[in-house]
T-cell receptor, first 115, second 114 residues
Framework: ETGVTQSPTHLIKTRGQQVTLRCSSQ?????VSWYQQALGQGPQFIFQ???????GRGNFPPRFSGLQFPNYSSELNVNALELDDSALYLC??????????????FGPGTRLTVT | AQSVTQPDIHITVSEGASLELRCNYS??????LFWYVQSPGQGLQLLLK??????LVQGIKGFEAEFKRSQSSFNLRKPSVHWSDAAEYFC????????????FGKGTRLHILP
């Protein structure tokens, strides 16, 4: 069974640029959530995708957007990058709703540095 | 507002000693509760979860946690720590059927003395 994978591992961007991060969910999981983890902080919920539609969003501006594909993989897009966007971005997948929908299985993350 | 508090930013224990990491939450009803562990440069791994039922839950790697409704707490324990337990530990809660957003605490960094 393949776990959650994310790409790239590390990324350096310049302020104002755009970035796309990718996530492949664990086999059998149909829900994907994205989190931002700043240095020394806990993960903060960005949004969740279920059946290719956004299914909940945290307190992040519209320049954070996402997609989920039919194979349940997902992308996180961030436009107009700001220095404060520097963080570890975590993707997590969840199994179908049967009492386990809240179990989150995390990928290793993408470290984004904005200069 | 819903919140999760992990009062200890850092904790240091000797290898073989017992461990308790504290977690308090502020919710209108009993939420679902989780503990995750994050090793340096890694994603988060689920240690254990509480949805309902027995308030003492067993997890992986010898960890357990006890839900205490009266104290709004969900503390993580381990009878004897190993050097490999050095990591960051996060408590998380979700209010099911409300907004379903998972809220994480700020984490507790565990250091192990040889």
């Amino acid at each position: 069974e393949t776990g959650v994978t994310q790409s790239p591992t590390h990324l350096i961007k310049t302020r104002g640029q755009q970035v796309t991060l990718r996530c492949s969910s664990q086999s059998g999981h149909n829900t994907v959530s994205w989190y931002q983890q700043a240095l020394g902080q806990g993960p903060q919920f960005i949004f969740q995708y279920y059946r290719e539609e956004e299914n909940g969003r945290g307190n992040f501006p519209p320049r954070f957007s996402g997609l989920q594909f039919p194979n349940y993989s997902s992308e996180l897009n961030v436009n107009a990058l700001e220095l404060d966007d520097s963080a570890l971005y975590l993707c997590a997948s969840s199994p179908p709703a049967d009492g386990r929908a809240y179990e989150q299985y995390f990928g290793p993350g993408t470290r984004l540095t904005v200069t | 507002a819903q919140s999760v508090t992990q009062p200890d930013i850092h904790i240091t224990v000797s290898e073989g000693a017992s461990l308790e990491l504290r977690c308090n939450y502020s919710y209108g009803a009993t939420p679902y509760l989780f503990w995750y562990v994050q090793s340096p440069g890694q994603g988060l791994q689920l240690l254990l979860k509480y949805f309902s039922g027995d308030t003492l839950v067993q997890g992986i790697k010898g960890f357990e946690a006890e839900f205490k409704r009266s104290q709004s707490s969900f503390n993580l324990r381990k009878p004897s720590v190993h050097w490999s337990d050095a990591a960051e530990y996060f408590c998380a809660v979700v209010s099911p059927n409300r907004d379903d957003k998972i809220i994480f605490g700020k984490g507790t960094r565990l250091h192990i003395l040889p």
